[in-house]
């Protein structure tokens, strides 16, 4: 008896897909629709909830692979996923480059080198190119593929020290992530000016080990309690009393807190009141799941489902057009008509993309069980024998039986 694959859980492709939604209205420059995004109301954003379904998927895959065919199959597994990241990374940043160079040679201003800030690669294009393909040089926007390969490649390490303890893991990943936040530990983005990557990975990583836990079953979410779910939504309303004041110019309510504060929610190292805000928000939206299990119905979840369930390649196509976008609103004014049309055609189109990635990877060419199609009539014609010579008749009639 062969065992069945899992059903996949349309929640955590849900929740992936609207990550990918809310990743391509924030990287709009200019979009007012980012101004109703979670970023703005709280700390955390869809980065984390990117990252953390990213360690969660990669234990219900990878891991089971490693079980299931041993270390060296979840190895050669990894190593395969990781090199396909790398070609995205690689092939997103030419497509970018791409579409910039055409937006400065149609307008004038502004100019979008400088906007994204990678005029170093058009500066010293050979030095560049080196440190882009060996990951020494991983400019801002194309920085969170870096960080997922980095975090799969440390999953056969992940796989060794969980098979002696899982608390060997997760002590690990808490002596990084003090590192990173304490020690100021991080990886060169840019050797020009000494600048660190965006996103921490030495920080990051415990968010992506905090979901690979929970997919491996190392640990439960705690049962909600009036309590708990109290403590967390208290603290998610002053996030968001902190949030918006950081992002107010006189600094609003938590003026005189700033310094003191903005370290400790800062992106980059995933500060800890941004962790905790992150868990915070899971506990409360996993508590009312399990009391409203129907909540996410898969009828209406499907179409941003699809679009988690095929997440690489939305991420890439909505990287792009969150550039486009951006230009787009440049050219076309302020009014609020633009913003919409450009966010709502943009997520029809990546809905679109998901679409079609998954009639690519169902392969429908290669289905065996649908009946052949009729040969049309007139592509069978009856076959026109030519007569045969009579010399050769002649030649093809038998001899007389001689008597024995």
Known sequence: MTAQTPARDIRIDFFRGLALIIIFINHMPGNIVGMFTPRVY??????????????????????????????????????????????AHVGLFIAICGIIVGANSIFAEPNYISRLGIDRFFDAPGRSLFELLSLHYVPHYFDIL???????????????????????VVIGSAVLYV??????????????DGRGWFFNPFAWQVLFVAGYGYG???????????????????????CAALALSLVR???????G??????PLARKTDIGPLRLLHFFALAYVVVSLLRAAPGLIAP????????????SLSVFLLGMALSFVG???????????LPHLAVNGGGIALLWLWARGAAWFNGQPWKRRDAAPRPVPAHWIRPARIAPMPAPAMARLRLAPRRAL
Do not use: K
């Open 326 to 336: 951006g230009i787009v609103l440049d050219q076309a004014g302020t009014g609020i």
């Open 179 to 192: 590192g990173a936040v304490a020690g100021g530990w991080n990886l060169t983005a840019d050797s020009t």
């Open 146 to 168: 870096p960080l997922y390969m980095l975090l799969l490649a440390a999953i056969p390490a992940m796989v060794l020290l969980a098979r002696i303890s899982p608390v060997l």
């Open 249 to 255: 110019l006189d600094g609003g309510l938590f003026a």
């Open 299 to 310: 009828r209406g979840a499907e179409p941003v489902a699809l679009m988690g369930r095929h």
């Open 216 to 238: 491996a079953g190392w640990f439960e979410v705690p049962r909600a309690t009036r309590g708990r779910v109290t403590a967390a939504l208290i603290y998610l309303v002053f």
């Open 257 to 262: 807190m700033r310094d003191i504060l903005e």
């Open 42 to 87: 709280g700390l955390s954003d869809a980065a984390e909830i990117f990252i953390f379904l990213a360690g969660l998927s990669s234990a219900m895959a990878f891991g089971r692979s490693f079980d299931r065919a041993g270390f060296l199959a979840g190895f050669g597994r990894v190593v395969q996923r990781v090199w396909q990241l790398y070609r």
